[in-house]
């Protein structure tokens, strides 16, 4: 139940890469989503045809063996494994979260080695920032990385990481000047391998179930100092301009989500008969199907406008990246929601997918920054004069 939508003057190379995803999503990837939630396992089936296509890491630059996908590209990529399977969609986006510090500030030697090793598919990429103590104030984090000759020894917890137990790499931001607060945190690369490594139980969600979200437990990780990805202080830099990014895949994410919710309310509508007619037959119902296209088509042009600031670098992304990741997933969570009421007590059920996609979009307002930081990036962009007029 596929619905025709307007494109954003996609090119024909962005063209295809959209209809190569959906085609692989609607053979490899949909057909396997609600088992992958009810279950609670791990969409092996997605990351084995992800990987397969190069779907997996899709931004990683061709000089490192990747695709070399644009933000667009990328974007759309996102968008429609998260049609398909939320939960499967955090595969390329938490590849790009996690790898993107590297790629932006680490060294040419860190880029060939763990760029490399991504595109590959020789292990994924995951994001370690917040901590039980420090989420929303990620700069009052406690993890330590005290140097020792040509080594830093890592102590400390992360949690709510996406993908951890999975990944083999991650990137962790830790304090290495506690009198500094954000100028005294420092960004580095840890394996799954490292000795003193560990995880705790996967989280008990609500949605993205698929994907296994664990504490890292950090005990006397010795790594070489070279693992440092930019200077000594850079790394809380690193990661905001990281997110700066990443919201933006949040943003695709969130409008797949949406997209899979209408295009199945919309099929539903037509096909379900009350009073002797289709259920789509009647205006109010129609109204509630208008919004729902509506907003979700102003999501993907906000996104798209987004992944094209981001591409360039343009001096506006933290403003567009900000507003991209919280309009589009308060439309995810809206639509979905909506999407459940179109279907009456079946949508309520979970022999239909809209009470998942549902329970899946809620995420999208939390994490890579709740909503309502989201609008404290946005205000302080807005009184910095930070923002352009397309």
């Known amino acids: 139940m596929s619905a025709e939508y307007p494109m954003f003057a996609l090119s024909e190379e962005h063209q295809a890469v959209r209809e190569a995803v959906r085609d692989l999503c609607d053979a490899k990837v949909a057909p396997y989503a609600a088992d992958v939630d009810e279950q609670a396992r791990y969409p092996q089936e997605a990351a084995d045809a992800l990987l397969a296509a190069d779907f997996h890491a899709p931004h990683v ?8 996908a644009d933000a667009l590209a990328t974007v759309i990529v996102i968008e429609e494994v998260a049609r398909a399977c939320a939960s499967s969609s955090l595969i390329p986006a938490v590849n ?19 760029l490399g090793k991504l595109a590959a598919g020789e292990g994924g990429f995951s994001y370690c920032l917040s901590e039980p103590d420090a989420g929303s104030d990620a700069a009052g984090m406690k993890t330590r990385a005290v140097r020792d000759g040509d080594t830093y020894v890592l102590n400390g917890v992360k949690r709510w990481i996406t993908n951890a137990g999975v990944s ?3 990137t962790v931001m830790a304090v290495t000047d506690p009198e500094k607060r954000s100028r005294g945190i420092s960004a580095f690369v840890v394996e799954k391998s490292d000795e003193g490594v560990s995880f705790g139980a996967p989280e008990k969600k609500l949605g993205i179930k698929g994907s296994p979200t664990r504490e890292v437990y950090l005990d006397n990780v010795r790594i070489p100092a070279d693992r440092m990805i930019g200077a000594e202080g850079t790394g809380f830099e690193t990661a905001m301009k990281t997110l700066d990014h990443t919201r933006v895949t949040i943003a695709a994410q969130a409008v ?14 037509q096909e379900r008969k009350q009073f002797g007619k289709p259920i789509s037959d009647f205006q109010g119902l129609q109204f509630l199907l208008a ?5 979700v088509e102003a999501a993907r042009q906000m996104t798209y406008a987004a992944a094209g600031k981001s591409e360039r670098g343009d001096k506006d992304l933290t403003f567009f990246g900000a507003a991209a990741k919280c309009f589009a997933s308060d439309v995810a969570m809206e639509v979905t929601t909506n999407a459940v009421q179109v279907l009456g007590g079946y949508g309520f059920t979970r022999d239909y997918p809209v009470e998942r996609m549902m329970r899946d979009a809620k995420i999208t307002q939390i994490y890579e920054g709740t909503n309502q930081v989201q609008r404290i990036v946005m205000a302080r962009q807005l009184l910095a004069g930070v923002q352009s007029h397309l």
């Open 61 to 68: 630059p061709e000089a490192y063996g990747g695709a070399g």
């Open 168 to 170: 083999e790499y991650y």
């Open 291 to 295: 919004d729902m296209g509506m907003k």
């Open 256 to 269: 797949g989500i949406a997209q899979g919710a209408l295009d199945y309310a919309l099929g539903y509508a």
């Open 96 to 114: 790009k979260l996690g790898s993107l510090p590297v790629q932006l500030s680490g060294s040419e030697e860190l880029k060939k080695h763990y």
